[in-house]
């Protein structure tokens, strides 16, 4: 194995011109750029990415108040997840999430024939994909310790107030 390996690192470095054992090498210099790319921006003709992109961005060049995904899943989901136990909790399968995703990441709807709840816990399992791949979260950090009290209230009423007055 060693030999293999030995004889292999002969052969680059010969192709290479490097006679002598010692790597000759020559830098060439990188060409300036001023841009700045942002991780997950763009995608085909400059929209950026659904997946793993930021929600601004996205909602800035698609012109749309809410993300198609999270429209269509959620109808999805109140049409037919909501007597479905452990919608979020249970994994759907790999491959339909995958292929929503991809479908979505190219401006379809892929839930817009759903007529039954088949494949719930896949809707269920892209949209927890999307919200989890965003590049910023939905609920900004800064505020988890206000929302983790808000969380330990018994009055429902008296939470949704307070969620709402945290949002604004």
Do not use: W
């Amino acid at each position: 194995r060693i030999s293999r390996l030995q004889a292999k690192y002969e052969n680059i470095r010969e192709s290479l011109g490097d006679q002598s054992g010692t790597m000759m090498t020559t830098t060439l210099p990188r060409p300036i750029t001023n841009t700045r790319r942002r991780i997950g921006r763009t995608l085909i003709g400059g929209q950026p990415k659904l997946f793993g992109g930021s929600l601004e961005e996205y909602l800035e060049s698609s012109h749309q108040d809410i993300p198609q995904i999270i429209k269509s899943c959620v109808r999805i989901i109140n049409l037919y997840g909501l007597h479905h136990q452990g919608i979020f909790r249970v994994s759907g399968s790999q491959v339909e999430i995958n292929n929503f995703r991809e479908a979505f990441e190219k401006g379809e709807d892929p839930l817009a024939d759903i007529t039954d709840a088949n494949d719930i816990n896949s809707v269920a399992g892209v949209l927890k994909l999307y919200l989890r791949e965003l590049r910023e979260p939905v609920f900004s950090v800064q505020y988890f310790d206000q929302f983790m009290e808000l969380a330990k209230m018994e009055s429902k009423h008296e939470f949704v107030v307070k969620v709402r007055e945290l949002v604004k």
